[in-house]
């Protein structure tokens, strides 16, 4: 079973037929993990699971297939982790909304994919279990923090992988790997049962290597939920239904400031071509500009620690979790366990955010940012009223190389800057390859659509995705 030349369609044909089994896809997926060791891409890997009793592949495309779920989505009795130490024994006793919808529709649930600690991070070297490595080259970053889920798509483990997205966690990884990756519009998936980072920015979303696949997983775990009061009531309709359009006359939003200097050369030639595919098939390009996105990075830092520094209060070493050893008395414990159970860049955020939030500074910092919060979504409101998406690309670069980065959190944070606005105007974005940078990299074409708008974006990258081919392409650093 080779799963880089399969998608959910021909492996839900194949299983009706009866010319592959649930048991031997599963162990199809055990074994490519097993071949890509290497690239540490999971954290826990449930050997002993198994597939549904009864799958019915009428009823559910999903019926059989193995998916990969990031390690900060909680599991019924599957260790779940947010790669922290402090929570490296927490086994959970509920699943959560999209994992209960996953199992509805027969998916097979088996293993937790390496990430950056509770989501923090854009390289996957944050994680307690180790870095990630890139299955295009070994020695760059996966990028993340759904680095796991990203290599494990890239690598043909699994076919489809849920992910989270609070400020590009989902797109960047896509991005770094050249894979497809969608993070729905804020309100269109349940966050129950998602491992809270910044409450007003997560969202769980799906990365696969074929678009068609990440439409039909969404369609399963999309829609209201009455564990989560922010997801919107709106009826889901089928995203596939966008696919195949033709983009003729869609209003295509090209932002200058995304295609400025500060985006690696090689990296805009790639995405002015899939700019240019569009607009021969007849697609309006319209160039915009989005004067706030020089305070994107800023803003979102301040609003996500923020969030974070309060999310995290509740890791105190008492009630589930890691508990510090030789503790005098209860400030000890939480002392000592907060300490040694979470790793540097989430104290460093829970620094940042409680300053932001302090008495002093609240209203300079938290309040600030807020207000600017509203701008950027401003900017946005304004360039949907005449255009149906807005595209660039999803990194200024491809893939750095380990150990580049991670020194240097400003220069790590300012990578984020084409991401992070979706999730502070809470738009649905993807990322879908465009090509190769000179060093052979993949690089990411990003597409945003208006909120509750994702058949625009599924519809582009379709677009994208049939024109350029790019998933026929093997990662190099895989071993034949
Ligand atoms: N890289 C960003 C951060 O570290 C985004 C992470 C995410 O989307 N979870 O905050």
Redesign the pocket.
């Known amino acids: 079973m080779d799963y880089l030349t399969e998608n959910i369609d021909s492996l839900n044909q194949k299983l009706a037929a009866g010319t592959v089994s649930a048991d031997e896809l599963l162990q199809a997926s055990l074994d490519q993990i097993d071949a890509h060791k290497n690239l540490n891409a999971w954290i826990t890997v449930d050997k002993d699971a198994k597939p549904d009793a009864d799958l019915d592949f009428k009823a559910s495309k999903l019926a059989g297939v193995p998916i990969a779920i990031k390690d900060n989505i909680v599991t019924k009795g599957l260790r779940t982790t947010a790669a922290s130490h402090i929570l490296d024994n927490f086994v959970p006793v509920y699943d959560a909304t999209v994992i209960k919808r996953l199992h509805k529709a027969q998916a097979t649930i088996f293993g937790k994919t390496n990430m950056?600690e509770f989501?923090?991070?854009?390289s996957n070297e944050n994680s307690y279990f180790g870095l990630v490595r890139n299955p295009w080259n070994l020695d760059h970053v996966p990028g993340?923090?759904?680095g796991g889920s990203a290599a494990a798509i890239a690598s043909g483990d699994v076919v489809a992988a849920l992910g989270?997205?609070?400020?590009?966690?989902?797109r960047?990884p896509a991005a770094f790997n050249g894979i497809f990756g969608i993070k729905p519009t804020y309100g269109r998936v349940s966050r129950w049962g998602l491992i809270a980072?910044?409450s007003s920015?997560?969202q769980i979303g799906v990365l696969t290597k074929r678009v068609r696949d990440a439409a039909e997983v969404l369609n399963v775990i999309a829609g209201p939920d009455d564990h989560d009061a922010t997801v919107s009531e709106r009826p889901v309709p089928d995203f596939t239904a966008a696919l195949g359009k033709d983009v003729k006359g869609l209003r295509v939003a090209v932002p200058k400031e995304y295609m400025s200097d500060a985006v690696d050369a090689d990296v805009r030639a790639a995405v002015q071509k899939q700019i240019d595919a569009l607009q021969a098939a007849g697609a309006i390009i319209n160039e915009v500009t989005l004067p706030y996105t020089k305070y994107v990075v800023p803003t979102?830092?301040l609003i996500?620690s923020s969030e974070a520094s309060s999310n995290l209060q509740r890791y105190d070493g008492i009630r589930y979790g890691f508990r510090a050893k030789d503790t005098k008395n209860l400030m000890d414990v939480y002392l000592k366990s907060r300490s040694e159970g979470f790793g540097e860049e989430v104290k460093r955020r829970i620094m940042l955010g409680s300053f932001a939030l302090s008495a002093g500074y609240y209203d300079a910092y938290f309040m600030q940012a807020s207000r600017v919060r509203t701008l950027i979504c401003r900017d946005f409101d304004n360039i949907f009223k005449d255009n149906d998406v807005i595209v660039g690309p999803t990194t200024t670069t491809p893939a750095f190389k380990i150990g580049e980065e991670i020194q240097d959190p400003v220069k790590?944070?300012n990578?984020?800057i084409l991401?992070?606005s979706a999730?502070l105007a809470g738009l649905p974005a993807a990322s879908v390859p465009a090509g190769l940078s000179d060093d052979g990299l993949p690089v990411g074409f990003q597409i945003m659509g208006q909120r509750f708008d994702e058949a625009h974006v599924f519809q582009t990258a379709d677009f994208i995705e049939c024109s350029n081919k790019f998933y026929q392409q093997k990662p190099a650093g895989l071993e034949d």
């Open positions: 950056d989501a923090m991070g854009s993340g923090s759904s989270s997205d609070t400020g590009g966690s989902i960047q980072f910044g920015l997560d979102y830092y996500a790590m944070y990578n984020d991401t992070i999730n």
